[in-house]
């Protein structure tokens, strides 16, 4: 009798060893969907006709916005690059009439192009900014008129 007890103990120990394994898991992919870290544009959509100065509603999503100047883990501001489609992980982003900075934590801005058509891309930064590279950039197609 205290042969059946011990095996009646085992396998209920195993089965509950494997669905503690199974919500492991199952938890472990839950907190890699929530930590979904991407950069978008809000407006204007991909292949857009619009005019100048053009409208740029910047989206974020798993990192937080602050100004330039300090480096911190989890946080970082956007760059408008134009006919470029992401800046190198790790490079520092120069100011240039392609490379436009929001260091102060903007979301939104407007700016002047002459007519035609463009590659625009939100690309993210560090607080000295230093690329996210091409996880952290996304790009649109746009034609000003």
Avoid at 83 to 109: C, E, F, R
Avoid at 120 to 131: P, T
């Amino acid at each position: 009798m205290k042969n059946y007890i011990f095996i009646l103990f085992l396998l209920v120990s195993c089965a509950t060893n494997k669905n503690k394994n199974k919500n492991s898991e199952m938890m472990n992919s839950q907190i890699e969907e929530e930590i979904n870290v991407s950069v978008f544009f809000k407006w204007p959509k991909d292949q857009s006709t619009v005019s100048s100065p053009v409208f740029i509603d910047m989206g974020i999503e798993g990192i937080l916005i602050e100004p330039a100047g300090k480096v911190r883990e989890g946080y970082g501001h956007h760059h408008i690059l134009i006919n470029q489609k992401s800046w190198p992980l790790g490079d520092v982003i120069p100011m240039s009439d392609s490379t436009l900075h929001y260091g102060k934590g903007q979301t939104d801005a407007s700016i002047e192009l002459l007519p035609g058509r463009y590659v625009i891309s939100l690309q993210f930064a560090d607080g000295v900014h230093a690329s996210y590279g091409q996880e952290m950039a996304s790009s649109i197609t746009i034609n000003v008129e």
